[in-house]
């Protein structure tokens, strides 16, 4: 009876891929890239909508990026320095990170499969304590950057070029704290939009507001600091002379740094990034 | 998607899977990944998808017959149970068929167990159950004797 598994099936456990140094983070992230395909289909079977769009639109994007963001991790995880994730303090973070993600995401797709918030939901004190508990586990599941952040810089033996290397690990921090303060603030209001829209119009795809500041905005750009930064240090690297590549990517974290806080303080102030004329 | 569309789709999917196991001695490895993998898992893919998008305007429930019976008034979980049924009878179809190879039991003596499955899923798995055990004892009856 041991054929009861699909042994036929499993693909070679030994192909080695580039998430190899982050197993956990790699195989959660594809793991729910995978469960896309459910939501996907039930998002095109079923008829009710929240907030005046379908009610498994947000899973889908918290999906996509919660499986964007632990691939990352994974890839970065090469430069951590040796052995780290073999401690056992680590891997009790990171196991616990994970939980996180996936406790976000059933979350966020019950209340879907029910029709109801997820986020500001406080109409029922059960909702309301799930929702400060999300709170905490969002906060712990981004935590996840700082810690990577911090023991990429610390590592001197990652073999990457210095402007990379502080790209890297400067993106990773400023995807925590830039998160930390802009979701922190998100989150204490009563929805994401300053303003209230009248039209309805939206930027596509990201379904952000034209016609009112979205705090979502900024927290779009701020969690993406990650891949902004190592991608202009990529390019630092290879195209600036040495003595400028460092300043330059010291440079481009400042910008981008303003750049959410313009987006951050727009949106307060009630202002759409992409206005509707 | 209208459930009865889903359902119009579903029957043939699942009667491919049935066929590809009853000529799986022809090819076994590509008519098993068929039957035991791809057709479960599109078949089990629709099934969430029902059950995320409708299972909360359902009425009824586990908890007594009545509850179930009036689970199943709903069209999209009535689908979704016959989904349930095509996806897991097909699979059972699918295990019994690697199974008779792993014993070497021939493939005409495991067709009326794959019917069985088919029409009235778990009477075909007692069967084949039946046919290993009798099958194991009487091949180690004659392999002891030769």
């Not at chain 2, 990944?33 to 629709?46: F, K, N």
């Not at chain 2, 029409?119 to 004892?137: Q, S, T």
């Amino acid at each position: 009876m041991t054929d009861l598994a699909l042994t036929h099936f499993t693909p070679r456990a030994s192909a080695r891929n580039m998430f190899d140094a982050e197993p956990l983070f790699a195989a959660t992230g594809l793991l729910i890239g995978l469960s896309l395909a459910p939501t996907l289909m039930a998002m095109a079977m079923d008829p009710r909508d929240f907030l005046g769009e379908n009610v498994w639109l947000k899973p889908v994007k918290f999906q996509i990026a919660l499986t964007l963001y632990l691939l990352t991790l994974a890839f970065f995880a090469r430069w951590l320095p040796a052995g780290i994730t073999r401690r056992r303090s680590y891997r009790i973070y990171s196991g616990a990170v994970v939980i996180a993600v996936i406790a976000e995401l059933v979350w966020v797709g019950g209340a879907a499969m029910f029709g109801i918030a997820s986020h500001f939901n406080v109409s029922h004190p059960f909702m309301q304590a799930i929702y400060s508990l999300m709170g905490a586990f969002a906060v712990l599941l981004t935590s996840a950057t700082l810690v990577q952040g911090i023991a990429i810089w610390c590592n001197r033996q990652t073999g990457l070029a210095p402007p990379l290397h502080l790209s890297i690990a400067l993106g990773l921090v400023l995807t925590f704290g830039l998160t930390l303060i802009v979701a922190g603030t998100l989150a204490s209001q009563s929805g994401h939009l300053v303003g209230t829209p009248v039209s309805g119009s939206t930027v596509p795809l990201l379904g952000w507001s034209r016609e009112v500041g979205d705090l979502r905005v900024a927290h779009f750009f701020a969690t993406h600091a990650l891949h902004v930064l190592p991608v202009f240090g990529l390019g630092a690297t290879a195209l600036l002379p040495r003595r400028w590549a460092v300043p330059a990517v010291w440079a481009a974290a400042l910008t981008f740094t303003a750049f959410v806080a313009a987006s951050f303080a727009g949106a307060l102030a009630g202002l759409p990034l992409v206005p509707d004329f | 998607m209208p459930p009865e569309t889903l359902f119009q789709i579903a029957n043939p999917v699942a009667m491919a899977g049935w066929l590809a196991l009853a000529i799986s001695p022809f090819a076994p490895r590509p008519t098993l990944i068929a039957a035991g993998l791809v057709v479960p898992v599109l078949l089990s893919l629709a099934y969430a998808a029902l059950i995320l998008a409708n299972w909360s305007g359902a009425e009824g429930g586990f908890g007594s017959l009545a509850e179930v019976m009036l689970l199943f008034t709903n069209p999209a979980i009535a689908l979704a149970g016959w989904l349930h049924y095509l996806a897991f009878d097909l699979f059972v179809g699918a295990w019994e068929v690697r199974a008779a190879r792993r014993a070497s039991i021939p493939h005409l003596l495991v067709l009326p167990c794959l019917v069985l499955t088919f029409l009235f899923g778990p009477v075909g798995l007692m069967a084949f159950l039946g046919l290993r055990l009798v099958h194991g004892r009487f091949a180690t009856a004659t392999g002891g004797a030769a």
